[in-house]
């Protein structure tokens, strides 16, 4: 008889229990994409490692484009006869191939150890499916500013600033051979280090990024 009585009661419980997801459901929920993900140039942006930031160093420093960099300024030191107490034969050349090669690796350390320092990204991130006129902006800022490392969000920044006119002034203050010697001469002869990162930047842009076929924004 107790039993005959629990039987409703436990039919009601029963009935009263939400049905379970349909597999279709399932899947639908184990696709669904995080609430938030930061996006940095139209790419998913993920903070360096410190075994990154130290790949990148060493890259854009030693590297390909450090050593492309290098031979621009040394090229273009040549060109002009400056200084011009080194001549311009294969030895003068040589001199101011090494002198820009110490000035690449000075502004590459001393921007790693601000990085690492301020904990921030100066990673240079290509914009992805920009219009020129965006990608000319990104390539220009990335000299006056610097990722947060915790979301990419840019924020203004001396360290490129300071690694640009650091190896200058020693270079030089140094070794660098009458007129040419002096921390004045080193600020004046930043500008050309300045103006190949700029350049390499839009080399960036511009050449490397046209694999994309992405439709410019705008």
Not at 175 to 181: A, C, E, H, K, L
Request: charged content about 20%.
């Amino acid at each position: 008889m107790s039993a005959l009585a629990i039987a409703p009661a436990l039919r009601g419980q029963t009935a009263a229990l939400p049905e379970a997801p349909k597999p279709q459901e399932l899947r639908t929920r184990e696709k669904s994409p995080p609430d938030q993900i930061a996006m940095v140039n139209h790419r998913p942006y993920v903070p360096p490692t410190q075994k990154e930031l130290r790949h990148d160093y060493l890259r854009d420093t030693y590297g390909l484009w450090g050593a492309l960099s290098t031979t621009i300024r040394a090229s273009y030191s040549q060109a002009r006869d400056k200084p011009s107490g080194w001549g311009q034969d294969l030895p003068g050349f040589g001199q101011r191939f090494g002198s820009s090669f110490a000035v690449t690796s000075i502004n590459g350390s001393v921007r790693y150890g601000m990085e690492e320092l301020f904990h921030e990204d100066l990673r240079y991130i290509p914009c992805h499916g920009c219009s020129v006129k965006h990608k000319v902006e990104n390539a220009l800022l990335a000299e006056i500013t610097a990722r947060h490392e915790s979301d990419g969000h840019r924020v203004f920044s001396l360290t490129p600033t300071v690694a640009d006119f650091s190896g200058p002034i020693i270079v030089h203050q140094a070794w660098y051979p009458g007129s040419s010697q002096g921390p004045l001469s080193g600020v004046v002869s930043a500008r050309v280090v300045f103006a190949t990162r700029v350049g390499v930047h839009l080399f960036r842009e511009f050449v490397l990024e046209r694999r994309h076929k992405d439709e410019p924004e705008g």
